[in-house]
């Protein structure tokens, strides 16, 4: 624990101006970014008697080793750069808003010729237009159920597409008139994209217009006897009004306003926030967080907004933003979310009337979204301490393992042998923390000596960022701690507990790698899966946990997270191989060139043919290349020929793209063939 004094800085260096301050602890993290109107007075309130302080702000001086600004013109670029810093270096000591749930939302994908309305969840995309979010995905599909009478815009995947197009018949739905079914040509592009922008107007709030007039083609039809197209028209009017039904009037005057509220206590803070548009409810969310700092409801209200609109453009910011205290830098933030928006952004108080209620609904669901999520979190921290508690007892650990590390091999028969590392921290996955390995010291099966492998690059790669900040140095002393950025390294922190899959065998070999790195501080333990066993290194009998034990679940979930993410990795490398062709091993090429290849000849096979002259021809292909991409297919073998399994023919070999290293007959995979993933 460090003395503030002893890196607070000199009196007269502190500038007395806007800025942002970064707080670093001894391995150069950062762990806490905070701005200020004037740098000297804000950090002056750090250096005083640490007795005095907030007990989180203590600690948090206390954890910090070093301080440093960064001087701005304006409190509006203070908040941007401040913004950017948290989203960076993830600050432990910053408040951060964590969802409590995965939201949907409505989303409509403009950037596709054929856009596609669709349910939406996790960050957003470039050239999306998203509604919501919703509280529940099924409310999402009965909107969109009842709207697609009207607005006939594609729902269907890319797949489903392609297929109906090369068949020439829509699916179910453009039968029943929900879909426009661009894929088989009944509208162009154009027309159907300008559904899907009628649709975007009409979910945005834009509703009064389009009902008029549809009332009014309605009433058109009917004078002149059209009875059929009246009676679709009024129905598409009701799917309309039931649509817009699911989504109550609250304000009156068609408000575009964000409320947001905040129910908080010593420890933790919810928030919630309510999306109106035109007047109604579009949207709902709700963040948790633990207050690590000593922070306000103001404060609270300025992270929220800083994380709320930090990603967010144009109309995606309201023009009104109703909180329920103001921000200490209210005048600073309002220009930034007008900045974002384009236009000015009004950031105030509700005092009465509608939205004064309605503000008071928001705190009544922030309230509630608090009380729930310190009911389920109060269990979960109970089971969570008791587990780590159980494994530090039986394996004589002198403290909780708060971090865990777990390795796995996997491979198919020998081949595509690779390995993952997950990582668990206080009881939780910290899935930014995941590595995976290739396999480089040799070939084939050999899971202890892969084992040894992966453990040793893994902390010797730890070794190396200890050198780099000066916290241990090789025997001959010429390390010295290069200038650090504060981001977080890949194999910085080293674990209490390392665990492998495996037995008595994998677990001396983990042990092995760590003897010959010089790591005594760190135990290990393996985990066998035939009667999940725990394995010590040197012991001839294993740890036998109950198999009630909180601390057996945590050790078990622990080692199938690090069996799911090797299996995942081996899968995606042996799909790469099997799916990889001729082209792919010419160094030289990318993939616009070798699609312009495939395309001028028709197949590879054509291309093998050709000579070099004629692969010149190819726009974007030189000599040098050309000569290149003809001695690599000549050292390629062929894939064997293609069985017609009905008839026996021999197919020939036209192919696009074969591919090398396949099963004869199409790519499948044969019951003599397959082999267990381990």
């Known amino acids: 624990m460090a003395d503030p004094s002893s890196y607070r800085p000199?009196?007269?260096?502190?500038?007395?101006?806007?800025?942002?301050?970064?707080?670093?602890?001894?391995?150069?993290?950062?762990?806490?970014?905070?701005?200020?109107?004037?740098?000297?007075?804000?950090?002056?309130?750090?250096?005083?008697?640490?007795?005095?302080?907030?007990?989180?702000?203590?600690?948090?001086v206390t954890t910090a080793a070093s301080v440093e600004w960064t001087v701005v013109s304006t409190e509006v670029e203070a908040l941007?750069?401040?913004?950017?810093?948290?989203?960076?270096?993830?600050?432990?000591?910053?408040?951060?808003?964590?969802?409590?749930?995965?939201?949907?939302?409505?989303?409509?994908?403009?950037?596709?010729?054929?856009?596609?309305?669709?349910?939406?969840?996790?960050?957003?995309?470039?050239?999306?237009?998203?509604?919501?979010?919703?509280?529940?995905?099924?409310?999402?599909?009965?909107?969109?159920?009842?709207?697609?009478?009207?607005?006939?815009?594609?729902?269907?995947?890319?797949g489903v597409f392609k297929r109906s197009a090369q068949i020439g018949r829509p699916c179910l739905l453009g039968y029943i008139g929900k879909c426009s079914a661009p894929c088989v040509g009944r509208v162009t592009p154009e027309e159907h994209r300008e559904l899907a922008e009628d649709f975007c107007d009409f979910m945005a709030g834009r509703t009064g217009t389009y009902l008029s007039r549809l009332e009014k083609q309605m009433h058109a039809a009917a004078e002149e006897m059209e009875y059929e197209k009246a009676a679709r028209l009024r129905d598409d009017i009701g799917a309309l009004r039931r649509a817009m039904e699911k989504n109550a009037v609250v304000l009156a005057d068609a408000t575009d306003a964000d409320l947001i509220a905040v129910a908080e206590d010593e420890l933790e803070a919810a928030v919630q926030i309510f999306h109106v548009r035109g007047g109604r409810v579009r949207g709902q969310r709700g963040w948790v967080t633990d207050k690590v700092e000593a922070v306000d409801t103001a404060g609270l209200v300025e992270h929220a907004l800083q994380q709320l609109y930090g990603e967010e453009t144009g109309e995606s910011v309201p023009k009104e933003v109703l909180v329920p205290a103001m921000p200490e830098d209210a005048a600073a933030l309002g220009e930034w979310l007008a900045a974002r928006r384009g236009s000015q952004v009004s950031l105030r108080i509700p005092q009465r009337g509608d939205k004064k209620a309605l503000m008071e609904t928001v705190h009544r669901n922030a309230l509630q979204s608090l009380a729930l999520h310190k009911t389920k979190r109060a269990s979960d921290l109970t089971t969570r301490s008791r587990a780590l508690e159980e494994i530090a007892e039986a394996l004589e650990l002198d403290s909780a393992p708060l971090r865990i590390e777990c390795f796995d091999i996997s491979h198919l028969q020998g081949d595509d042998v690779v390995a993952s590392m997950v990582v668990f921290e206080d009881g939780l996955a910290r899935k930014s923390e995941y590595r995976r390995f290739q396999i480089k010291s040799f070939e084939g099966q050999d899971d202890v000596r892969s084992m040894h492998e992966v453990v040793s690059r893994r902390f010797r790669r730890y070794l190396q960022e200890k050198l780099k900040t000066g916290e241990w140095e090789p025997e001959d002393g010429d390390g010295v701690p290069p200038e650090d950025d504060g981001r977080a390294k890949r194999f910085a922190y080293p674990p209490q507990l390392v665990v492998v899959d495996g037995g008595q065998p994998q677990v001396a070999a983990a042990k092995r790698a760590l003897e010959e790195l010089g790591v005594d501080d760190v135990a290990v333990c393996g985990l066998a899966k035939r009667l999940e066993e725990v394995w010590l290194p040197g012991e001839d009998d294993p740890v036998v946990l109950p198999r009630t034990s909180e601390g057996l679940y945590l050790l078990q979930r622990v080692r199938d997270e690090a069996h799911r993410f090797a299996i995942q990795y081996q899968r995606n490398k042996r799909g790469k191989r099997l799916k990889s062709g001729p082209l792919d091993e010419v160094p030289c090429l990318g993939e616009s060139r070798k699609q312009a290849l495939v395309?001028?000849?028709?197949?590879?096979?054509?291309?093998?043919?050709?000579?070099?002259?004629?692969?010149?021809?190819?726009?974007?292909?030189?000599?040098?290349?050309?000569?290149?991409?003809?001695?690599?297919?000549?050292?390629?073998?062929?894939?064997?020929?293609?069985?017609?399994?009905?008839?026996?023919?021999?197919?020939?070999?036209?192919?696009?793209?074969?591919?090398?290293?396949?099963?004869p007959g199409g790519g499948r995979e044969t019951s003599s063939e397959r082999g267990t993933e381990q």
């Not at 007395?16 to 309130?45: C, M, N, T």
């Not at 974007?620 to 050292?635: D, H, P, Q, S």
Request: glycine letters at 8%; a positive charge.
């Open 10 to 60: 000199k009196p007269g260096q502190i500038p007395d101006s806007p800025g942002v301050y970064r707080f670093r602890d001894e391995h150069r993290r950062v762990i806490y970014v905070g701005k200020a109107k004037s740098l000297r007075q804000r950090l002056a309130s750090y250096f005083q008697d640490v007795a005095g302080l907030h007990p989180r702000t203590a600690t948090m």
């Open 80 to 158: 941007q750069l401040e913004y950017s810093w948290i989203k960076e270096y993830d600050p432990r000591f910053n408040v951060k808003y964590r969802d409590d749930k995965s939201y949907p939302s409505l989303a409509v994908t403009m950037n596709e010729e054929y856009p596609r309305v669709q349910v939406m969840r996790g960050p957003k995309k470039k050239g999306v237009r998203y509604f919501g979010p919703y509280g529940h995905a099924w409310a999402i599909r009965e909107t969109v159920d009842l709207m697609l009478r009207v607005f006939p815009v594609r729902t269907c995947s890319a």
């Open 599 to 663: 395309k001028h000849f028709g197949s590879v096979k054509k291309l093998r043919q050709a000579t070099i002259d004629q692969i010149c021809e190819v726009p974007g292909i030189g000599r040098k290349t050309a000569e290149t991409v003809a001695a690599a297919l000549a050292r390629a073998v062929p894939a064997g020929p293609a069985v017609n399994m009905a008839t026996g023919e021999i197919i020939e070999d036209e192919t696009p793209a074969p591919r090398v290293g396949a099963p």
